[in-house]
C-alpha cells in the first residue's frame, strides 16, 4: 500500500501531537499518536472518560452514525466522531498499528483536509514492523445504491478508486477523479483537498448543534455560485478530491488497505459504510492475504 513498508506492517517511531477544535462541537481537543504493536490495529482511547472502558478499536461495526462524519462506539457507549481524515492519512502512509488518544469527544478538524496529519506523522517517523501487511482482496462484487447515490467495490489487483460527484451549481458541477490510492498519489493530489460545504445550510446544521467550529479555516464554503473563501480553491476538482479522501479513511474502518477497485457516484460517509457492512456480510466476496511471499519470490 505504501511506498515506505514493503508489505510489513508499520507504526510511527515517536509519539506525534497536535490540538485543534472540532467541526461540529466546536470543543478544543487535543490528540496524541502513540506507536503501537503488531497487529494492534487503530484504536483511538477517550482520555477524558475514566468510569468506563475508553478504549474503542476501529472496525466497520463499529462506525455507528455516518450522516456527517464518521463516528464510532464501543460496547460500552463510549463514541469519538470525525475520524475520517486521519485514517484516510493512516491508510495512505501505510500505517497499520496506532494507537490516538483524544480528549474529547470529536478530532480536531485542523484545515479541513488530511493535509495536517500528513505532516504530524511524517515529523513522527515511521518504522517498519516484521508482520506482514494484511489486504482485503475483493473477490466479488458489492454494490450499494441510495436513489441516485452508489458506492462499489470490484476486484482488482492494486487499490484502485473513482468518485464522482455533481451539483447544480457552477462552481463544482460534475466532476471526477479515478487513481491509484498509493502513497504517491496521496500526498500529490488528494491529501490538501478540504471539506465544503453550503453557506444556507451552515445556520441550520449549527441550530441542529453541528458545525460550531466550522470556519473559512477549515472548510470550503460555497454561498450561491460563489467561493467564499479568500484564497479561492487549493487546487482543480478540489471538491471531488475530498469527496475521494473522505472514502478512504471511511473504508480504512476495515482495519486493512484494499486490493480492489471503489467506484463511488455522489456517495457520503453513510453510503461508504453501508458498502463496508454488505462486503462484511458477505465473506464469500473478499478474503484476507499478505504479500510478502510474492516480493520474496520475485527477487
Known sequence: MSV????????????????????????????VVRPAAPG???????TDITDRDNRIPVSGEAVIDARLNTM??????????TIEHLMAALCALG????VIEVDGPELPILDGSALQFVQLLDRAGFRRQEAP????????????????????????????????????????????V???????????????????GFAHEVEALRQ???????????????DGDEILNPGGLRMEREFVRHKALDAIGDLYVLGAPLLGRYEGVKAGHALNNKLVRALLAQPHAWRETTRVFDMAMAS
Open 4 to 31: 515506505r513498508n514493503d508489505h510489513h506492517e508499520q507504526t510511527i517511531i515517536a509519539p506525534a501531537i497536535c490540538a485543534g477544535v472540532g467541526v461540529h462541537t466546536g470543543q478544543r481537543v487535543k490528540l
Open 40 to 46: 494492534t490495529g487503530i484504536v483511538f482511547v477517550r
Open 72 to 81: 464510532i462506539e464501543n460496547a460500552a457507549g463510549v463514541r469519538l466522531s
Open 95 to 98: 500505517v497499520s498499528n496506532a
Open 133 to 176: 501487511v494484511r489486504y482485503i482482496e475483493i473477490l466479488k462484487p458489492i454494490r450499494v445504491e441510495e436513489g441516485d447515490k452508489s458506492a462499489v467495490l470490484l476486484p482488482c489487483d492494486r487499490y484502485e478508486m473513482r468518485f464522482e460527484i455533481d451539483f447544480p451549481t457552477p462552481v463544482i458541477g460534475n466532476q471526477v
Open 178 to 196: 479515478d487513481f491509484v490510492v498509493d502513497e504517491a498519489t496521496f500526498r500529490s493530489d488528494i491529501m490538501a483537498a478540504r471539506t465544503f
Open 208 to 222: 441542529a448543534g453541528l458545525a460550531r467550529g466550522g470556519s473559512l479555516e477549515n472548510a470550503v464554503v460555497i
